[in-house]
């Protein structure tokens, strides 16, 4: 029997992580592995049965399951952050939570006949949707920069919330089923107990990191374990009160000023994420099929309510009064993925009510998962063509996420901003990141591949990572993190050659990688160029500039860092890229201060040369003047003889035509004279003829 637990807990290890393995494969949310595996396991070939495996642990391992979930959800939910990211997202956690509530109970009443109670504890656990299924989905869809936050921001605040919801529901209907109690002293007790007992732990323990009371190896176990204490304390105080108290309790440690919870949160999510692929598989092998298609018609018809009026009603009230587009109204009314929050706290609650033995709490589990996977596969399908039929889709992935806000970075990336390229800088050193701030660089602090980065670091628009941070043990995890979500040939590093020793240690990947810049570019070599006064700079690469130019300008020690097309496209240049630039380009390079002074003196030999280049030029026109000149006296006084010739021969042919006019007009007068004295005789004979 103890084989057999044990094998069973190591495959549900083991299935946790291949689901897990085959979401991120995929791009799909990890919850749709997870479902199928546990309905396989479960319901289909009965391998796995978590009642008959785990007996009276079942419950009190979901409980503290679903505490440990909804507590790394409140540390989450920082106040400042909500107001940061616009008037939807809150409008939306408040108003279309509400709505979204006011809507699906109604329909689970009518459509499926469940009790008032029981519908609207329904209708509160499925306001949810989640980051753990939003997160996978929106890097698929790529929306708007703008629509992904809302989204985003809207999965991580209305977990907490929807679960602070469901809980309240289910305390009035837990202590309503309770003949012999007081309905309102009993919830009184509860609420009293959650808010006051949860902001009390939560203010101590936030006193107790502030002043380091716990080593730093222990602090994340010191509040792990106090949270676990205080959840069974208010339950044995007062029962079902202890999820609402570590809700509020989570909720003030995120809001309590000077606590650092980054460490706590990053083992949190660590510990989620195992905790979620466990609990969903053991969720998901409890479900009777029988009882899901039981649902039949009527569990379709509120999960159409759920996606076709309660979303898009919530999404379009919401939005009064915000700037948000009606093609982006209709984009979110679409998307609204549940995730494991609604799943593993309705599983608790079915198991607390069927104890009680309220009718219809049997019919909760199914429903909810209906939802899950209805909301899931349709939106995950159908998300990505209706953003593109919409015109909200991101436009391109040419931005840049930069691990390291050093100096150099934090130029490179103005520059680039400059030019409409998307940059985020990410740093674990506070300075830097205020820095950069200040300088209206868009950042994340933290960890880029932590599992708090994935859900609250805007990636849309992102499509190449530079890692350029002097951190040598957790540059290769940031490198292999977003290989494995950009693929290897997205990812960029520096190299190290201060860590000759250590590299063999190193993947052959990893190693190839490692010539962002070009071969033998570090970390310290780029903060030494700019502290001696390097500067980076965009020069044009044209016909009459052409990058052989730019070399002769600058020299050796300028180094070309990335370059951008006529298309708007950005190229990184790294030591694998081919160095003749095209034609046509803007250029972006480090110049060294020797450089800079290269450039300085060939700009003036270049001045220097064409200058005399133009004086030279100036001489050879003025010759080639005096030359065109003296031709066209030539030519002219050729054109004056030929003219002259010209003249003489004409007025040599006027006198010929003159003379022969004149010896033709004699020889017409004597012809006349003696053709006058022949009929003159003419006449004399015939006289005499006649006087004879």
Request: net charge negative; charged share 20%.
């Amino acid at each position: 029997m103890v084989e057999h637990i044990t094998g069973m807990l190591a495959l549900i290890g083991v299935l946790s992580l291949l689901c897990q393995w085959i979401g991120w494969k995929l791009h799909l949310p990890a919850i749709l592995p997870l479902l199928l595996c546990g309905l396989l396991m479960g319901p289909v070939m009965g391998v796995l049965n978590p009642d008959e495996l785990f007996g009276d642990l079942l419950f009190p391992i979901i409980s503290l399951g679903v505490a440990v979930i909804l507590f790394e959800g409140a540390l989450t939910l920082n106040f400042k952050e909500i107001k940061e990211h616009g008037r939807m997202v809150s409008h939306l956690v408040l108003i279309g939570a509400f709505i979204t509530w006011a809507c699906i109970a109604p329909a689970a009443h009518y459509l499926l006949g469940f009790e008032w109670s029981i519908a609207m504890l329904f209708g509160a656990l499925v306001v949810v949707t989640g980051p753990t299924v939003i997160v996978p989905m929106l890097r698929t869809v790529q929306p708007k920069s703008s629509l992904a936050k809302i989204l985003r921001w809207e999965g991580i605040v209305i977990d907490p919330i929807g679960a602070l919801l469901a809980v309240l529901v289910f305390e009035y209907i837990a202590v309503n089923a309770d003949p012999t109690s007081h309905v309102l002293q009993s919830l009184g007790i509860t609420l009293s107990l959650g808010f006051g007992a949860g902001a009390v732990t939560g203010y101590l323990t936030g006193i107790a990191i502030r002043k380091n009371l716990f080593p730093h190896y222990l602090r994340n176990t010191a509040v792990l374990t106090i949270m676990l204490g205080i959840f069974v304390a208010s339950n044995i105080i007062q029962e079902e009160s202890g999820l609402l108290t570590v809700t509020v309790m989570g909720i003030w440690l995120a809001n309590m000023r000077g606590v650092d919870i980054a460490d706590i949160l990053e083992f949190k999510e660590t510990l989620t994420v195992l905790l979620i692929s466990a609990l969903f598989i053991l969720l998901a092998a409890r479900l009777d099929s029988s009882a899901m298609l039981d649902l039949g018609f009527g569990g379709i018809g509120v999960l159409l309510v759920a996606m076709f009026i309660a979303r898009p009603l919530s999404v379009w009230i919401s939005g009064l009064g915000t700037n948000l587009s009606t093609k982006e109204k209709w984009f979110l009314s679409w998307v609204a993925p549940r995730g494991i929050v609604a799943a593993a706290i309705s599983s608790l609650f079915a198991i607390k009510l069927e104890k009680v033995g309220l009718d219809g709490a049997d019919s909760i589990v199914p429903l909810v998962f209906l939802i899950i996977i209805g909301t899931v596969v349709i939106q995950s399908l159908t998300a990505g063509p209706w953003a593109k039929f919409l015109g909200v889709k991101e436009g391109s992935n040419e931005g840049l996420l930069m691990f390291g806000a050093s100096t150099f970075s934090r130029e490179l990336a103005k520059l680039l901003i400059a030019k409409n390229i998307k940059v985020i800088l990410t740093d674990n050193n506070w300075d830097s990141i205020r820095k950069a701030r200040m300088q209206n660089i868009p950042v994340y602090f933290g960890n880029p591949a932590s599992e708090h980065a994935s859900n609250f670091m805007d990636l849309s628009g992102i499509g190449r990572v530079l890692v350029m941070s002097p951190y040598r043990q957790l540059n290769p995890l940031v490198t292999f993190h977003f290989q494995d979500l950009f693929g290897t040939e997205k990812v960029f590093g520096l190299n190290n050659p201060d860590i000759s020793s250590a590299r063999h240690q190193l993947s052959e990947s990893y190693l190839k990688r490692l010539s962002l810049f070009g071969e033998g570019v570090s970390y310290a070599k780029l903060a030494s160029l700019m502290a001696k006064g390097a500067i980076i700079k965009v020069t044009n690469i044209t016909e009459n500039f052409a990058f052989e130019r730019f070399k002769k300008r600058y020299g050796e020690t300028a180094m070309p860092l990335l370059y951008i097309t006529k298309e708007g496209e950005l190229h990184v240049v790294s030591g694998l890229t081919n160095v003749n630039f095209p034609i046509g380009i803007e250029l972006i390079s480090l110049l060294p201060q020797e450089a800079q002074d290269r450039a300085v003196e060939q700009r003036a030999l270049d001045e220097e040369a064409e200058r005399q280049a133009k004086a030279l030029a100036k001489a050879e026109a003025k010759a080639a003047a005096i030359i065109a000149a003296e031709a066209r006296a030539e030519r002219e006084a050729e054109e004056a003889k030929q003219r002259s010739a010209e003249k003489a021969r004409r007025k040599a042919l006027e006198e010929e035509e003159e003379q022969a006019r004149l010896l033709a007009a004699e020889e017409a007068a004597k012809l006349d004279d003696e053709t006058t004295e022949i009929v003159e005789e003419s006449i004399k004979d015939e006289t005499l003829a006649n006087k004879n």
